[in-house]
């Protein structure tokens, strides 16, 4: 079974990897335009109509250029999020703690 989430990781010579998929490498580049190297989960390929994925998104998965990753699980009936900055509740603002140049 595939991970909830996933994550990508380019390799440098992205161009010699032999996929022996057809469809992983149109599939590897709807996930490059959309989400580059930041953490996706299926749902979101179904939003951009991407249709019959899964073997493609599996042989990503066994090349090492797609990462699966276990969902967040927290106690049942609590909210889970996981967010790139973090940021601090104060009764009157909210404040983002890491904010950097590159935000």
Same mark, same amino acid.
């Given at each position: 079974? &595939? *991970?909830?989430? !996933? *994550?990508?990781? !380019? $390799?440098?010579? @992205?161009? !010699?990897? @032999? !996929?022996?998929?057809? =469809?992983? =490498?149109? $599939?590897?580049?709807? /996930?490059?335009r959309n989400f580059g190297t930041l953490a996706f989960c299926r749902r979101w390929l179904d939003r951009l109509n991407?249709?019959?994925? &899964?073997?493609?998104?599996?042989?990503?998965?066994?090349?090492?250029?797609?990462?699966?990753?276990?969902? &967040?699980?927290?106690? +049942? *009936?609590?909210? #889970?999020?996981?967010? %790139?900055?973090? /940021?601090? &509740?104060?009764? #009157?603002? +909210? %404040?983002?703690? #890491?904010? *950097?140049?590159?935000?």
């Amino acid at each position: 079974m &595939l *991970g909830a989430v !996933f *994550g990508c990781y !380019f $390799l440098d010579c @992205i161009s !010699f990897v @032999i !996929f022996r998929v057809n =469809k992983s =490498k149109q $599939l590897l580049s709807v /996930i490059d335009r959309n989400f580059g190297t930041l953490a996706f989960c299926r749902r979101w390929l179904d939003r951009l109509n991407q249709s019959k994925y &899964l073997i493609a998104l599996k042989n990503l998965c066994d090349l090492g250029i797609v990462d699966p990753y276990p969902p &967040l699980c927290d106690i +049942k *009936g609590c909210y #889970t999020a996981q967010y %790139e900055h973090t /940021i601090l &509740l104060r009764p #009157t603002c +909210k %404040e983002v703690l #890491t904010r *950097g140049d590159d935000y």
